[in-house]
């Protein structure tokens, strides 16, 4: 009985980690003036950030690594102005 339950538990995982948010539909869903947080929805928290600022002027770049995917999306004071998509190599 237990290790049904163990082997149960190793297939969710798996399962659930081979489902990656970084798609070309998602990208699709990103939209210029979003925020941080409405990205962070749609593609889960970011595997790579980056940036910086002059006084009030904030510029900050995220990257999210899929399976098939690599999506950046850059951040103008916390708003999206750049989003870009491309395919990984194999």
């Known amino acids: 009985m237990n290790r049904t339950r163990i ?6 995982l798996l399962l659930v980690s081979a489902c990656s948010k970084v798609t070309p539909d998602n990208y ?4 210029s003036g979003m925020t941080q ?6 593609l889960g928290k970011p595997d790579d950030v980056s940036g910086g600022g002059i006084g009030k002027l904030t510029v900050s770049t995220e990257t999210w690594n899929g399976p098939k995917h690599t ?13 870009h998509i491309e395919p990984r190599e194999k």
């Open 37 to 42: 947080d409405e990205v962070h929805q749609i």
């Open 7 to 12: 082997a149960l538990a190793a297939l969710t």
């Open 28 to 31: 699709e869903k990103l939209e």
């Open 71 to 83: 999506i950046t999306a850059t951040f103008t004071g916390e708003k999206l102005s750049i989003k």
